[in-house]
């Protein structure tokens, strides 16, 4: 296998056929039984690629890249930018042939994936196990731009919001690494440099605002204060987010230097992925912390919530930076989701990150 990715990212289209592998046997009585022969969700696509006219410098590229994959032998990885379909470990599915008109090239591309697996859940996944939550940003990272062209990397300049509402921008230098690019899932992975600021939330109103923040995240251990994710005002009591404080707790954050035992789950065991979600209910002063679909705990301190941008990797005004980790699937509702659909979360997209289902 190689953990190189396909050479060219002039792409106009992209057509998907999903494949999946279900047996049915049927009876005398009419009636029908199937069963899967693949794990639960599991497809495998086979794709045609649609490119733009190619240069001939562009197509040595891709004739170079076929040649030393072996043609059809060697795997390789290709995203979908087009479809936001994330990494796919895919071959040639036949072999590689162009037509050439005066300066350009037409290519014709078939990849097919190597493997049946479980793809990105999508929006209407999230929005059938969180009803009435209302979800308002969902920032993923497998879903970013990422295009290998002729050996330059190109990245968008904002984090992808799969609600396509609030965009986050990345501030504070070169944009975030996308961490674990050559693999099948990926995070934002942040260094105390870069972090991502969207536009004000604009449903979100009044002092004290129901809001759930949920996100999948590893983190290196902290000896100073850092937001993984918040939304809102600057100042004391102004914010509503999940920090990893400089005793190595993640716990909730509204602005200030609140005391938050008995809602706080310990960092002990650095880089370890963790779902973590926090929510507050309506004209309530009370944070609850979730660790892995289970609640940790409940406290309360007095918030007087004003309205801001989403930021991810920093508090609001780009102070609080994370300083060594990475954050997956960042989310925020504007109601407080109930225990069964924290587990609910966990449990659709904790996979991706080898985290054990929760009943």
């Known amino acids: ?11 106009a289209g992209v057509q998907t056929e999903r494949a999946d592998r279900v047996a049915a046997d049927e009876f005398e009585d009419g009636t029908t039984a199937t069963r899967r022969l693949w794990p639960l969700a599991a497809i495998k696509r086979k794709l045609v690629i649609q490119h733009a ?3 001939y410098a562009e197509f040595r590229w891709l004739k170079g890249f076929f040649a030393d994959r072996s043609g059809r032998y060697d795997s390789f990885w290709f995203r979908d930018n087009v479809n936001r379909g994330g990494n796919l470990m895919v071959r040639f599915a036949k072999p590689l042939t162009d037509e050439r ?35 308002l940003i969902w920032l993923d ?20 919001d799969e609600r396509a509402s609030y965009p986050a921008v990345w501030q504070g230098g070169p944009l975030a690494t996308i961490a674990n690019i050559a693999s099948q899932w990926q995070s934002y992975g942040f260094a105390g440099s870069a972090w991502a600021r969207s536009s004000n939330i604009a449903q979100l109103t009044g002092l004290q605002p129901a809001c759930s923040l949920f996100v999948i995240v590893s983190n290196s251990t902290s000896a100073t204060k850092q937001i993984v994710l918040a939304v809102g005002g600057v100042g004391a009591g102004l ?14 954050w509204i602005g200030g ?3 938050w035992t008995g809602a706080q789950q310990s960092n002990g ?19 609850s912390l979730y660790v892995n679909g289970a609640l940790i705990g409940s406290v309360s301190n007095t918030r007087n919530y004003a309205g801001g941008p989403a930021s991810l990797g920093s508090a609001p005004d780009g102070t609080l930076k994370t300083l060594a980790g990475n954050t997956a699937h960042a989310m925020a509702f504007q109601n407080a989701l109930t225990l069964a659909q924290v587990k609910a979360l966990h449990n659709l997209l904790g996979y991706q990150y080898g985290l054990a289902v929760v009943p």
């Open 269 to 287: 065991t650095a880089n370890t992925w963790r779902s973590i979600c926090i929510t507050w209910a309506s004209a309530s002063n009370t944070a």
């Open 1 to 11: 296998m190689s953990n190189l990715f396909y050479p060219i990212g002039l792409i």
């Open 141 to 160: 990272a497998n879903r970013e731009f990422y295009v290998s062209h002729m050996g330059s990397i190109i990245q968008a300049d904002a984090a992808w």
């Open 53 to 55: 006219p190619l240069t």
């Open 101 to 135: 008109r005066g300066a350009a090239t037409g290519v014709a591309v078939e990849l097919e994936e190597v493997a049946p697996i479980r793809p990105n859940p999508e929006l209407v996944d999230i929005e059938l196990i969180t009803t009435n939550a209302n979800l």
């Open 257 to 259: 230097s609140e005391v």
């Open 239 to 252: 914010a509503m987010g999940l920090a990893l404080s400089a005793a190595n707790n993640y716990e909730p």
